[in-house]
């Protein structure tokens, strides 16, 4: 039975789970949030708000969502702006965060959220809750952002980076368990990719010592497969971008696998990849008989060195190969991240990236092909989508019938596209208000 006249719903989906469950563990230890009832859906709809309405004085609905989620996020915040009456929409408030509010605010607050999380939120979250609550000024919340009129947005100024330690990845009381996120932030600067916009280039790692103690808890709920989210697995723990600390991963695996329970440990594989120059075989060599995995996901992303640059990944093609290849002969298979439509990138880059990917095929490597798409708070947000020319299509569509090319970029091309094509759209769409509800 609810108690509290306030509830926070999130809708939680695949897309998002990761990102959310650390925030719901952060509520449910909140001594401060407790006259707050937090609800977890799957795919909430306008019944599940109506039904909810008649039980709470106010809601708050939270959504965490990707740019590739945009039309459908759309279209239910069109739904629920026009299935509850004036007097329920008034009573609900919407709140976005992750990684499409974080560098698009502008566009989610239009899609008719009240406030748009910037960056991480678990300390940011607890303070607009508890000031909701208190129905003290929630516009003092670090890290939002709020419509200032239909095309300008406020916003306040981001919270200090969280202390992984001080938070938990997992919640036990609702039982969801994500990947271990061991390290969160990146220094590299990949022009493409939304983490040093998310994180701003805060790197911090979870201590070993913190997610041992975890996952001796994990065991006794039969939890015995471990597997990690960070953007490069063997950066763990490192001191600078290029280092390994090849004492620090050993510590955490060897702590790992000692205890009693654990039947598999997943390391270097997704979601937790590795960056090239971080591969040697004295590193692959010691970690091998503590992991069950055999593939390794590794980034390329790009077959031309002109690209590579432009992209500010940090390494050439030969040095990605290079430790593509002492993967292959320590008998791991590695899974290679391309990106097919970089800008920038001509046809005879593409067709570079091919010739790479051929090599890489006959070499028994299989890649994970990518679909280029403008993503916001990068520096290419403004770049222009670009479909895939037909002779580089043909010439993947003839090594996707070898079988050794992973993830539907068919698909990720019509997200990409529809995406992009939504976010022109918004530019000049008004925002959904609470004047439109019926
Ligand atoms: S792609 Fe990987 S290495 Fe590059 S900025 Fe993103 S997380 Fe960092």
């Given amino acids: 039975m609810h108690t509290n006249s306030v509830s926070i719903v999130f809708d939680i989906q695949k897309k998002n789970f990761y990102s959310l469950t650390s925030l719901i563990a952060t509520i449910d230890e909140d001594v401060n949030l407790r006259n707050l009832d937090q609800i977890i859906t799957e795919d909430l709809s306008s019944n599940d708000i109506k039904s909810l309405l008649k039980k709470y004085a106010r809601i708050i609905v939270a959504y965490s969502f990707r740019t590739s989620q945009l039309e459908k996020i759309y279209t239910k915040m069109k739904t629920f702006y026009s299935a509850l009456s004036t007097d329920e929409i008034h009573r609900v408030t919407f709140i976005a965060g992750g990684s499409h509010p974080t560098g698009d605010p502008l566009t989610t607050l239009k899609f008719g959220f009240d406030f748009s999380f910037i960056g991480e939120a678990e ?5 607009f809750l508890k000031n909701f609550l208190e129905k003290d000024d929630i516009y003092k919340t670090p890290g939002i952002a709020f419509l200032k009129n239909e095309t300008s947005i406020s916003s306040t100024s981001r919270p200090p980076p969280i202390n992984l330690d001080d938070y938990l990845f997992l919640s036990k009381k609702r039982k969801l368990y994500p990947p271990l996120e061991i390290t969160r932030g990146c220094a590299f600067g990949c022009t493409f990719c939304q983490v040093p916009m998310l994180f701003k280039h805060r790197i911090r790692h979870r201590s070993a010592e913190i997610i041992i103690n975890m996952v001796k808890w994990m065991v006794t709920k039969q939890l015995n497969d471990i597997r990690f989210i960070t953007p490069n697995s063997f950066g763990y723990l490192s001191k600078s971008t ?17 205890i009693k329970g654990v039947r598999s440990i997943f390391y270097g594989t997704f979601p937790g990849e590795v960056r090239p120059e971080t591969v040697s075989e004295e590193l692959i060599t010691k970690i091998k008989p503590l992991i069950a995995n055999r593939r390794i996901s590794i980034g390329l992303q790009s077959g ?18 290079s430790a593509i290849d002492i993967l292959l002969s320590s008998g791991f298979t590695p899974i290679v991240d391309i990106i097919i439509g970089l800008p920038g990138a001509t046809e005879d880059d593409e067709e570079q990236t091919i010739h790479v990917i051929d090599n890489l095929i006959q070499k028994q490597a299989i890649i994970r092909a990518h679909v280029f798409m403008p993503l916001p708070g990068t520096a290419l947000e403004s770049s222009i989508y670009h479909p895939i020319s037909p002779k580089i299509r043909k010439k993947l569509g003839r090594l996707n019938s070898t079988g050794k090319i992973e993830g539907n970029w068919n698909q990720q091309e019509l997200y990409a596209k529809r995406a992009w094509e939504m976010m022109q759209d918004m ?7 609470r004047g439109d509800s019926l």
Avoid: C, D
């Fill in 123 to 127: 300390y940011s979250l607890p303070f």
């Fill in 242 to 258: 290029k280092s390994v600390n090849q004492e620090g991963i050993m510590y955490l695996l060897e702590g790992l696998r000692s």
């Fill in 304 to 321: 031309s060195n002109k690209v590579l640059r432009e992209i500010r990944r940090g390494h050439t093609v030969e040095e990605a190969v």
């Fill in 427 to 433: 530019r000049s769409v008004s925002p959904l208000t």
